[in-house]
């Protein structure tokens, strides 16, 4: 297991100090996020509430407010029992009071860019370790559940999938994603002169899609935790070394 050095940690105090992040995603190279301010937060929040109005003035959009009543309806259309979600997270929820230590939480509290920064040897240890020990919880998971939980389990996904399906279809999913790439298009910079707009427009952004998928997808997800303060772990008092 790679282990959170001084050094890693003193990275992190730049960053919360300096309000800058430097985010490790494949073919954005050259990227830095500048800390949002003010003026950026308020016009994050004009971008959403103007959006999410203009989009339910147009319809063809439902609320998220109406998101019970739709899925309900949908499982008893298709036989489905909406029901099993509460089942199933009873069940995860004792799973994960009986899986053993050392199969919970994440394998490690180094963050993407602290591997990236890791020699390659030890990269290519610890990619070989969260291997086995993904395979260790899936066996785990496998002989934990009776036949009867684990129709429970698997109905209960089938449900979830239908969830987010409905979620990704309501007004304020696209006005969330609008927000996004307005706050993305003000605060993703150039790392040469952070002065400069990393991208030029919102299209510019969404075309990400077309040539590199991935990257617009960590793209978001690097954005979200950079804005919301990076990981859960990534500031803690035991994070430091001794």
Not at 142 to 147: A, D, G, I, P
Not at 154 to 168: P, S, T
Not at 169 to 184: G, L, S, V
Not at 185 to 195: F, Y
Request: net charge negative; charged share 30%; aromatic share 8%.
């Amino acid at each position: 297991m790679s282990e959170l050095t001084k050094d890693m940690v003193e990275r992190r105090l730049d960053q919360v100090a300096s309000g800058f992040f430097k985010p490790e995603i494949s073919g954005l190279t050259g990227l830095v996020f500048i800390k949002m301010g003010l003026k950026e937060r308020g016009k994050s929040s004009r971008a959403y509430s103007s959006k999410l109005k203009e989009l339910l003035n147009e319809g063809g959009y439902f609320s998220e407010a109406l998101l019970p009543t739709a899925l309900k309806k949908i499982c008893d259309d298709n036989g489905l029992d909406v029901g099993v979600l509460k089942k199933s997270r009873d069940l995860m929820k004792h799973f994960y009071k009986e899986i053993p230590d050392h199969l919970t939480g994440s394998y490690d509290e180094l963050t993407d860019e602290e591997v990236a920064l890791l020699p390659q040897e030890e990269k290519t240890e610890r990619q070989k370790e969260i291997q086995a020990r993904g395979r260790e919880i899936i066996e785990y998971l496998q002989n934990y559940f009776t036949e009867d939980e684990q129709k429970v389990i698997d109905q209960a996904k089938q449900v979830q999938a239908l969830e987010e399906h409905l979620k990704v279809n309501t007004a304020e999913h696209f006005a969330r994603k609008h927000q996004m790439e307005i706050e993305i298009l003000l605060c993703a910079r150039s790392e040469d002169d952070i002065q400069i707009p990393y991208f030029k427009s919102q299209e510019e952004i969404q075309g990400l899609g077309d040539i590199n998928k991935n990257g617009l997808v960590q793209l978001y997800l690097k954005w979200k935790q950079f804005k919301e303060g990076m990981y859960p772990q990534f500031f803690r008092p035991n994070n430091l070394p001794e």
